[in-house]
Antibody
Framework: EVQLLESGGDLLQPGGSLRLSCAAS????????MTWVRQAPGKGLEWVSS????????FYADSVKGRFTISRDNSKNTLFLQMNSLRAEDTAVYYC????????????WGQGTLVTVSS | DIQMTQSPSSVSASVGDRVTITCRAS??????LAWYQQKPGKAPKLLIY???SLQSGVPSRFSGSGSGTDFTLTISSLQPEDFATYYC?????????FGGGTRVEIK
């Protein structure tokens, strides 16, 4: 059974930094592109970032480019999101998700971790 | 960037009703479109991939159609557990993008 378990969410002040983790199990992690999607309170889904299976290729939404860094450790089956220069508008539940197959369609999602940025 | 426009933003329906949600892309997606269902406080769940393929375990009352720029999600006979918010997502190119969501409410 595929499982994705996010951790690292917290309450912090604007300008702060945070690293989210997503522990994966139940599939061959090293062969799948992985993605972060966020959802602000009461709002819709927003794609944040994706990383290829080998970590060589990364993609970011304009809203986070230059502030967030996606990475992965295939030896530990773990996905990361390093978040710097956090803003109030980054407040959201952050989900990690696994790509289904040949396109970035997300067939398994974690339960999410809440990041709150507030002074 | 590809913009995704969903309609309606909300719909009120009764158990047993047929419900149709549409999604329009600003560029040709071919069939690279997915539909997700999200219930309050839960993660999204994949329903339909590649526009019309039913994800394993999803009831057959859900169906997807369309290609290019216009897509449809249909629930043939609404069940109590289907009251939720539905999102389309284009998977043709980065940056990925989602529709604004359609909330299906009890009439």
């Amino acid at each position: 059974e595929v499982q994705l378990l996010e951790s690292g969410g917290d309450l912090l002040q604007p300008g702060g930094s945070l690293r989210l983790s997503c522990a994966a199990s139940g599939f061959t992690f090293s062969t799948y592109t992985m993605t972060w999607v966020r959802q602000a309170p009461g709002k819709g889904l927003e794609w944040v970032s994706s990383i290829s299976d080998n970590g060589l290729y990364t993609f970011y939404a304009d809203s986070v480019k230059g502030r967030f860094t996606i990475s992965r450790d295939n030896s530990k089956n773990t996905l990361f999101l390093q978040m710097n220069s956090l803003r109030a508008e980054d407040t959201a539940v952050y989900y990690c998700a696994k790509r289904r197959g040949t396109a970035t369609i997300l067939d398994h999602w974690g339960q999410g971790t809440l990041v709150t940025v507030s002074s | 960037d590809i913009q995704m426009t969903q309609s309606p933003s909300s719909v009120s329906a009764s158990v047993g009703d047929r419900v149709t949600i549409t999604c329009r892309a600003s560029q040709d997606l071919s069939s690279w479109l997915a539909w997700y269902q999200q219930k309050p406080g839960k993660a999204p769940k994949l329903l339909i991939y590649e526009a019309s393929s039913l994800q394993s375990g999803v009831p057959s009352r859900f169906s997807g159609s369309g290609s290019g720029t216009d897509f449809t999600l249909t629930i043939s006979s609404l069940q109590p557990e289907d009251f939720a918010t539905y999102y389309c997502q284009q998977a043709r190119s980065f940056p990925l993008s989602f529709g604004g969501g359609t909330r299906v409410e009890i009439k």
